[in-house]
């Protein structure tokens, strides 16, 4: 150890914008010396639209869970008769056939072939 003894003097203290170890060039701004264009380069172009792909990405995502999130709902609703052994388009049917007032924007969603929440597994 140091001959001090006294843990400050081991371990000095830095302050914490000097401990990236970069210093001040002396009043030259790095904004002064990089040329002005006002104009995007290609380059920038690129990530806006990789960003807005992204985000449609996300929305359809989100449409999509909100689909199904509806579709499971009207599974789990037994108001509109049981659902073992149909489809769901096939229930919505049957339901609004017995007058049972479906919601209008389940069959938009479901189609002739996707089966019920519970099918397999009950």
Do not use: N
């Amino acid at each position: 150890m140091r001959s001090g003894g006294d843990v400050r003097s081991f371990f000095r203290q830095q302050k914490a914008h000097a401990a990236g170890g970069v210093k001040p060039t002396g009043g030259v701004s790095k904004k002064a010396a990089l040329p002005r264009h006002h104009h995007k380069p290609a380059s920038q172009a690129t990530p806006d639209r990789a960003v807005d792909d992204a985000r449609r990405h996300v929305e359809e995502a989100e449409e999509e869970e909100g689909r199904e999130r509806m579709a499971r709902e009207f599974d789990m609703d037994m108001r509109y008769g049981p659902c073992l052994g149909l489809t769901r388009a096939q229930r919505w049917r049957r339901a609004a056939a017995l007058g049972l007032a479906p919601p209008p924007a389940v069959i938009a969603v479901c189609s002739d072939d996707q089966p019920c929440l519970w099918e397999g597994r009950v």
